[in-house]
């Protein structure tokens, strides 16, 4: 999401504390993740940037598309103008219930349209031969092994990933399963697979001889730390690198390929909602865009005219 605008209008609005004392019930109440405090926080400065002088209670709806279409025309993507009006919204209907707002007037306002891209994936041999490399005794490739095999076996999100600790019972390799809270403060519990069990073995046994006595996390930086995002970012890079894998290649892919190849084997698609998590199963569906091939072989199967005779 674009940053915070420049200039005297973004500095002093006079209602910036109703913003800030908005996302302190976001923080508290709802206990939304930083980073979507963070996006909450730039789409209001936005508001009171294009706002000017305005009260917040004296806009109205024309006034709000004209900023949708301000900020479509700076290049915003219809994605992220719709994250952007949503915190808008929000805002609003706190201010009518808690200050005596009459109206709400993002309320009804739309962004225009983008094209919903699909999320990339591996293919399975892509996957396989990012994950065959043999970490040998270094302690840092031990654990490079050990979080994206569970990233790909579970379909952890990043930050899942770094916010798992190593021995408070979330992460049970004997039932070989593990429990992570994802958006919305949602608690899930996913398999985990016996090549990813492993990798995780072997980390355990190597942590000690990176992580601080007294650190808590399951995965850590260079200083033996929990590991930043950024680091876990670019060990995957480097993996993909050194395995030849040639495919852009981020965390999030390794989330991806868990869906794809999922569903491509079970055609279950509640399943692997649960699976990741997903509050509406039209989020997973995207998924079912990448796996035509998959279903042209049951169509090619099981249609009476499709069969060769």
Same mark, same amino acid.
């Given at each position: 999401?674009?940053?915070?605008?420049?200039?005297?209008?973004?500095?002093?609005?006079?209602?910036?504390?109703?913003?800030?004392?908005?996302?302190?019930?976001?923080?508290?109440?709802?206990?939304?993740?930083?980073?979507?405090?963070?996006?909450? +926080?730039?789409?209001?400065?936005? !508001?009171?940037?294009?706002?000017?002088?305005?009260? @917040?209670?004296?806009?109205?709806?024309?006034?709000?598309?004209?900023?949708?279409?301000?900020?479509?025309?700076?290049?915003?993507?219809?994605?992220?103008?719709? *994250?952007?009006?949503?915190?808008?919204?929000?805002?609003?209907?706190?201010?009518?219930?808690?200050? *005596?707002?009459?109206?709400?007037?993002?309320?009804?306002?739309?962004?225009?349209?983008?094209?919903?891209?699909?999320?990339?994936?591996?293919?399975?041999?892509?996957?396989?031969? @990012?994950?065959?490399?043999?970490?040998?005794?270094?302690?840092?490739?031990?654990?490079?092994?050990?979080?994206?095999?569970?990233?790909?076996?579970?379909?952890?999100?990043?930050?899942?990933?770094?916010?798992?600790?190593?021995?408070?019972?979330? !992460?049970?390799?004997?039932?070989?399963?593990?429990?992570?809270?994802?958006?919305?403060? *949602?608690?899930?519990?996913?398999?985990?697979?016996?090549?990813?069990?492993?990798? &995780?073995?072997?980390?355990?046994?190597?942590?000690?001889?990176?992580?601080?006595?007294?650190?808590?996390?399951?995965?850590?930086?260079?200083?033996?730390?929990?590991?930043?995002?950024?680091?876990?970012?670019?060990?995957?890079?480097?993996?993909?690198?050194?395995? +030849?894998?040639?495919?852009?290649?981020?965390?999030?892919? &390794?989330?991806?390929?868990?869906?794809?190849? @999922?569903?491509?084997?079970?055609? +279950?698609? *509640?399943?692997?909602?649960?699976?990741?998590?997903?509050?509406?199963?039209?989020?997973?569906?995207?998924?079912?865009?990448? +796996?035509?091939?998959? @279903?042209?072989?049951?169509?090619?199967?099981?249609?009476?005219?499709?069969?060769?005779?």
């Amino acid at each position: 999401m674009a940053g915070r605008v420049a200039g005297p209008a973004a500095a002093t609005h006079p209602e910036e504390g109703l913003a800030q004392e908005y996302l302190g019930v976001l923080r508290h109440q709802r206990r939304l993740s930083p980073a979507t405090l963070a996006s909450y +926080d730039q789409a209001l400065a936005l !508001l009171f940037a294009l706002a000017g002088g305005a009260r @917040l209670d004296a806009l109205d709806s024309t006034q709000v598309r004209r900023f949708v279409a301000v900020l479509h025309a700076r290049g915003l993507s219809g994605r992220t103008l719709a *994250r952007i009006l949503s915190a808008w919204r929000g805002l609003y209907r706190w201010l009518v219930r808690h200050r *005596r707002f009459r109206s709400n007037p993002a309320q009804g306002v739309r962004p225009p349209r983008s094209p919903r891209p699909l999320p990339k994936a591996l293919s399975v041999e892509q996957a396989q031969r @990012l994950l065959d490399a043999d970490p040998g005794a270094v302690p840092a490739r031990v654990q490079d092994q050990a979080m994206f095999e569970l990233m790909y076996s579970s379909g952890l999100r990043l930050a899942e990933l770094v916010s798992l600790d190593a021995f408070d019972g979330r !992460l049970d390799l004997r039932e070989a399963q593990v429990t992570v809270t994802g958006k919305g403060g *949602r608690t899930r519990t996913v398999p985990v697979g016996a090549k990813a069990r492993e990798a &995780l073995r072997r980390w355990l046994e190597a942590r000690v001889q990176l992580a601080r006595p007294e650190e808590r996390a399951l995965f850590v930086g260079a200083r033996g730390r929990r590991v930043a995002p950024g680091i876990v970012n670019r060990r995957l890079k480097a993996l993909a690198k050194r395995q +030849d894998v040639q495919a852009p290649i981020h965390p999030h892919v &390794l989330r991806h390929s868990f869906a794809t190849h @999922l569903l491509q084997s079970s055609q +279950d698609l *509640r399943a692997v909602q649960e699976m990741l998590g997903h509050s509406s199963i039209s989020t997973t569906q995207v998924y079912t865009h990448l +796996d035509f091939q998959a @279903l042209a072989k049951v169509y090619d199967a099981a249609h009476p005219r499709a069969r060769k005779k």
